[in-house]
Every structure is written in structure tokens, then in C-alpha cells.
């Protein structure tokens, strides 16, 4: 089943604007992974957060963690006209054979 | 050298026919999965091989049949096509479950 939920559904800011996105979560999680898809493409990892992590950090990209609340959110910082993507969150359940659980993705319009 | 390759990446066929798609990683990995996108940008877990073994095995109609000769290729075969197996179809492989999955460019279905 599919547990994780990105919101917004989608977002559309200006090039230089910051984005942020969020993905909450059901139940306990090994990690949780970002993912972007451009259009047409397969998905492409962008950052993995362990349960016991509360940030990282990967060039622009700003991941945090909260498992009390059971969300995350990605931020985007500067963004450019090439983040115009869309953005998945999944996430590593303990136990559940170890599969991901996929959100249902954030698309992300950024305006040059 | 391409991570992930999965051949066609377009296939336009007729209902009732059989197709398949094939799908390779050089990367190691002991992990290899195929994921079903519809329309909607859904992306919905079909099966998982661990090692050539079948350990994710989602609710897909058993007109669906992977098959792993070795771990290195998790091809996916599908008996007489109908419309709503429309979809954009995803190959990806991770070290293990629950790690980083590395995906492939995805094979476009339309079936008439």
C-alpha cells in the first residue's frame, strides 16, 4: 500500500526562489529517500536519510527529518529552471520484505 | 556505460498479443525490481529479486511474469496485453533491499 504523501501536489515558483517540499509517513522507517524524475526520464536518487538523522545536506538540497511527526520535507534552494521535475519521497519500512513505499510525487514548475 | 538499460524503451502492440522487456545493471547489485507508472505519475511496485530470487511479488495479475536468468538481468514478459497495461514500465536495482534504487530510462506500453 501506498504510505507516503508529498504535498504540495504541485508548485510553481520563480527561478531563484526557494522550494519546499513535504512527504509524511505511516509507519516506522529504516530511512527515507528523495528521488526526482524529469519528464520522460526514470527516477534519479537525490539524497537517503536515516531514521536516526535529522538533516542532510547535498549542494542545494536540504533534507530533514522528523520520525515523531513521521514527515520530511526537501528544500530547494536558488532554484534554477532545470529542478522543473517531479519529486518522489519513498520510504524504507522496517520489516515489509525491505521494499520501498512510494509517495504519490510533488511536481515541481520552476519559471525562468 | 549505462547503470540500468531495459530494451525496448518504446513498444506499440496490438491487445492480445505477448510481449517482453528486458532489463541488465552492471552495477553489482544484488537487487533488481520492475515498477508499473501509469498516467498519473503513480509508481506502483511490481516485482523484487534478491539474489534470483522472487521476494516481492505485489497483487499483478499473473499474465505478468518476471523471470532473473542472473543477477545482473530481471526481464519481465507479459501474456495477452490489454489496454489498461498501458503504462510507463521501470526497471531499478539497489545493492539490497531498501537501499538506493538506480533506475532506467523506462519502457513506453501502448497496447490498441
Known amino acids: 500500500s501506498q504510505q507516503g504523501e508529498e504535498d504540495p501536489q504541485a508548485l510553481s515558483i520563480q527561478e531563484g526562489e526557494n522550494a519546499t517540499m513535504n512527504c509524511s509517513y505511516k509507519?516506522?522507517?529504516?530511512?527515507l529517500q528523495w528521488y526526482r524524475q524529469n519528464s520522460g526520464r526514470g527516477l534519479v536518487h537525490l539524497i537517503l536519510?536515516?531514521?536516526n538523522e535529522r538533516e542532510k545536506h547535498s549542494g542545494r538540497l536540504r533534507v530533514t527529518l522528523d520520525t515523531s511527526k513521521k514527515s520530511s520535507s526537501l528544500l530547494i534552494t536558488a532554484s534554477r529552471a532545470a529542478d522543473t521535475a517531479s519529486y518522489f519521497c519513498?520510504?524504507?519500512?522496517?520489516?515489509?520484505?525491505?521494499?520501498?513505499?512510494w509517495g504519490l510525487g510533488t511536481s515541481l514548475a520552476v519559471n525562468p | 556505460d549505462t547503470a540500468v538499460s531495459q530494451t525496448p524503451k518504446y513498444l506499440v502492440t496490438q491487445m492480445g498479443n505477448d510481449k517482453s522487456i528486458k532489463c541488465e545493471q552492471n552495477?553489482?547489485?544484488?537487487?533488481m525490481y520492475w515498477y508499473k507508472q501509469d498516467s498519473k505519475k503513480f509508481l506502483k511496485i511490481m516485482f523484487s529479486?534478491?539474489?534470483?530470487?522472487?521476494?516481492i511479488n505485489e497483487t499483478v495479475p499473473n499474465r505478468f511474469s518476471p523471470k532473473s536468468p542472473d543477477k545482473a538481468h530481471l526481464n519481465l514478459h507479459i501474456n495477452s496485453l490489454e489496454l489498461g497495461d498501458s503504462a510507463v514500465y521501470f526497471c531499478?536495482?539497489?545493492?539490497?533491499?531498501?537501499?538506493?534504487?538506480?533506475f532506467g530510462a523506462g519502457t513506453r506500453l501502448s497496447v490498441l
Open positions: 552495477l553489482g547489485h544484488d537487487t
Open positions: 536519510i536515516r531514521s
Open positions: 519513498a520510504t524504507d519500512n522496517a520489516g515489509n520484505n525491505r521494499k520501498l513505499i
Open positions: 529479486y534478491n539474489n534470483k530470487e522472487l521476494i
Open positions: 531499478a536495482s539497489s545493492q539490497d533491499p531498501g537501499n538506493i534504487q538506480y
Open positions: 509507519t516506522s522507517i529504516n530511512n
